[in-house]
């Protein structure tokens, strides 16, 4: 079991940065393949971001390329979403979650991640 905490959500204007953070309790951290979704009033929670377990691997929505950044610290517990240029329709609230197994055709699917977050809410505003 691993229970997630996020912090680093905010007020920024568009164009700004924000760096999530994603504190995860528990001895198995490392084990867990971790990623963020979003979900903005009236809508359907999004992929944004995923990283392998020993952060060999990373994965995009197309919507955050190159603006976007997923990394972990396994000797912190720790996954962050470094998050530049932001625009005012990344304004969301941001969930961190974390799963045993990754497959990588379903890695935009909500429902093969095991566990979730509180989620930190970031609004851009323009």
């Known amino acids: 079991q691993v229970q997630l905490v996020e912090s680093g959500g905010g007020l920024v204007q568009a164009g700004g940065s924000l760096r999530l953070s994603c504190a995860a309790s528990?001895?198995?951290?490392?084990?867990?393949?971790m990623g963020w979704f979003r979900q903005a009033p009236g809508k359907e929670r999004e992929f944004v971001a995923a990283?392998?377990?020993?952060?060999?691997?990373?994965y995009y929505a197309d919507s955050v390329k190159g603006r976007f950044t997923i990394s972990r610290d396994n000797a912190k517990n720790t996954v962050y979403l470094q998050m530049n240029s932001l625009k005012p329709e990344d304004t969301a609230v941001y969930y961190c979650?974390?799963?045993?197994?990754?497959?990588?055709?379903?890695?935009?699917?909500?429902?093969?991640?095991?566990?979730w977050g509180q989620g930190t809410q970031v609004t851009v505003s323009s």
């Open positions: 979650t974390a799963t045993r197994m990754l497959v990588v055709p379903g890695i935009r699917n909500p429902n093969q991640y095991e566990h």
């Open positions: 528990g001895r198995t951290f490392s084990s867990y393949h």
């Open positions: 990283i392998t377990w020993s952060g060999g691997s990373t």
